[in-house]
């Protein structure tokens, strides 16, 4: 089994900095840096989803200010992703259209969830999320992904 060492502080004035380790390399590089929290936590939903997708194994940490000096936290990305079936390939256009369609409800869903600062998803909200892609059409999942976004601002 891999150990991997542990984040280095970032250097300069602290701030909110993702760190993120990249196993064959096994080093650890600044991927999303910010004064506020908020961006930094969307950029490490967003690079979470988008790792997991390709299969890649998916390590980071929090480093941010407190009392004026470094300080790092726990991420919220502790759940391990739950493994999503991979889709059955089809020759006809219609039925590739439909599953192009579904990527983009499931994907309009997850940037929502994200914005309103859920980043992991349990093996249930990921049943529930397929769910609610194969049942609603385009313009309620975007309605839905509104109200998610509009949440996660307050």
């Known amino acids: 089994m891999e150990t991997r060492p542990e984040s280095?502080?970032?250097q300069g004035a602290p701030r909110w900095v993702a760190?993120?380790?990249q196993p064959a390399a096994r080093t650890w590089r600044a991927a999303a840096e910010s004064r506020h929290r908020s961006p930094v936590l969307h950029?490490?939903?967003e690079m979470t989803q988008t790792l997991r997708a390709r299969g890649d194994e998916v390590?980071?940490?929090l480093w941010g200010p407190k009392d004026g000096a470094w300080h790092r936290f726990d991420t919220?990305?502790?759940q391990p992703a739950a493994s999503r079936p991979s889709p059955e390939s089809s020759t006809t256009e219609p039925a590739q259209l439909a599953e192009r369609m579904t990527g983009r409800r499931h994907q309009v869903l997850m940037?929502?969830?994200s914005k309103a600062g859920l980043y992991e998803l349990s093996p249930e909200d990921d049943a529930t999320v397929q769910a609610l892609v194969e049942r609603l059409d385009e313009a309620a999942v975007r309605r839905v992904a509104h109200w998610l976004a509009t949440a996660g601002a307050r």
């Open 76 to 78: 919220p990305l502790k």
């Open 8 to 10: 280095p502080r970032p």
């Open 59 to 61: 390590t980071f940490a």
């Open 19 to 21: 760190m993120y380790y």
């Open 111 to 113: 940037s929502g969830l």
């Open 43 to 45: 950029a490490l939903g």
